[in-house]
Structures are given as C-alpha cells and as structure tokens.
C-alpha cells in the first residue's frame, strides 16, 4: 500500500488556462475526497465520490470547477479558466466506507496562478 | 457551519500538557481529529463518533460531549514531536464533513 497519490506536486499556470490534477488513491478505499487549504486555513470540502458515484459538491465550487472518478478508481479534478483565487493546495483523501474510519490525505497539489 | 477551535495558537515547554477544544454549532454525528505539520499533508489520529466515548492514542486522547457538541483533544507530557496544527473535523448526520479553524501547536526544548 503506497498511501494516496498525488500528481503532480506543483503546478503554475497563467491566469485564464485550464489545468487538471489526479489522485490515486488506496486501492481498498472506495471513498474518495477532494479538499482545498489556503495559507492558514484548515482544509476546505469540494466533493467527494462513493465509488465512481459523485455524491455530493460544495455549493462554494464554481461551475469552473469539476472532478471525475471513472470505474471508482482514481479521480481527477478539472479547473477551467483558471483565477488568481484558485491559488490553493489541493489535497486528496480517501477512506472506507463507514463512519468510523478516518481519511487517509495524500501529498497535495500546490497550484500557483500568476 | 465549520468549528471553532481554541485556542488558536499554544506554546509548550517538553513535558507540559494541552487541551485543545472543537466546538460545533450543531448536532455532530462524529468528531475526527488530525495533526498537520508545516508543508505537509494532515495526518489522521483518531475518530469519536456518537456516544460520548474517550480515545487514546500513545499521550493523546480525545473526548466528545455530543449534548455540549463539543470535543476536546488532550495532549499529555509533550514531545517535540507533537508541535503541528491540529484540525478538528466533525460531521453532521447526512452532511458534508467540515473542518475546524485550526490550532497551531509549538513546542519547545
């Protein structure tokens, strides 16, 4: 078991393009989250898939945003066109499914848009 | 709707002990607790769910008081090791899970 990955680990893109991250998480976990943290801040909910289902999204996540996560395997998360705002670390968690287990985070993706 | 964490920030010779409070503005179905340390990724150190139970984990428990919708994370005889920002995460029945303001950790020599 290699943890939850994540990839890739830093990424700068000007202001305007799209870019997409991907997480790989552990094999077993069928639940699968996506976070983002600004400076200071604890981690902030976006989505998160059961399996390959999408069952829930933050109403804070703009249309810009959108994340996939086919044959419940790994996930990947869209930005399009991209804003200055949406400098932020995004991080990747995956747990089983059942209240009393906790969410495994992988590394983040640090994303800078100048 | 996150939690309220105090206190925000705490310094800590070796040895000392710290509670760390997460406060909710509604009923909680579980309380999960985290460490994340500078530049990294947090790090899972247990979960209460509903039933006011206490945890331990090496010298750090936790507790959960579902009536006050509050818990506490108490570090005992610190290590060097301990110093972090620790997040309470909690989560409401049927929605989304929801971390706390965080509380930066220092301890020294």
């Known amino acids: 078991d290699t943890g939850v990955s994540q990839d890739p680990r830093h990424k700068i893109t000007k202001r305007g393009q799209n870019v997409t991250f991907r997480c790989d998480p552990i094999?077993?976990?069928?639940?699968l989250y996506w976070y983002r943290q600004t400076l200071g801040q604890g981690p902030e909910f976006l989505t998160y898939?059961?399996?390959?289902?999408?069952?829930?999204k933050s109403r804070l996540l703009s249309d810009r945003f959108s994340a996939e996560r086919p044959k419940g395997s790994f996930s990947t998360l869209e930005i399009q066109r991209t804003e200055q705002g949406d400098s932020a670390m995004y991080l990747c968690?995956?747990?089983?499914?059942?209240?009393?287990?906790?969410?495994?985070f992988g590394s983040g993706t640090r994303l800078t848009v100048v | 709707q996150q939690p309220v964490q105090s206190p925000q920030a705490v310094i800590l010779r070796e040895g000392e002990d710290a509670v760390i409070n997460c406060s909710s503005s509604?009923?909680?179905?579980?309380v999960h607790w985290y460490r994340q340390k500078h530049g990294e990724a947090p790090v899972f150190l247990m979960i209460?769910?509903?039933?006011?139970e206490q945890k331990g984990h090496e010298k750090i428990s936790a507790s959960f008081n579902e009536k006050k919708q509050q818990s506490s994370l108490y570090l005992t005889a610190s290590q060097l090791s301990y110093s972090g920002t620790y997040f309470c995460?909690?989560?409401?029945?049927?929605?989304?899970?929801?971390f706390g303001t965080g509380t930066s950790l220092t301890v020294i020599p």
């Open positions: 968690a995956s747990s089983l499914n059942g209240a009393n287990y906790g969410y495994t």
């Open positions: 094999s077993e976990h069928n639940r």
């Open positions: 898939f059961q399996n390959e289902a999408q069952l829930e």
């Open positions: 509604k009923a909680l179905y579980s």
């Open positions: 209460l769910l509903k039933g006011g």
């Open positions: 995460g909690t989560e409401r029945i049927g929605n989304q899970f929801y």
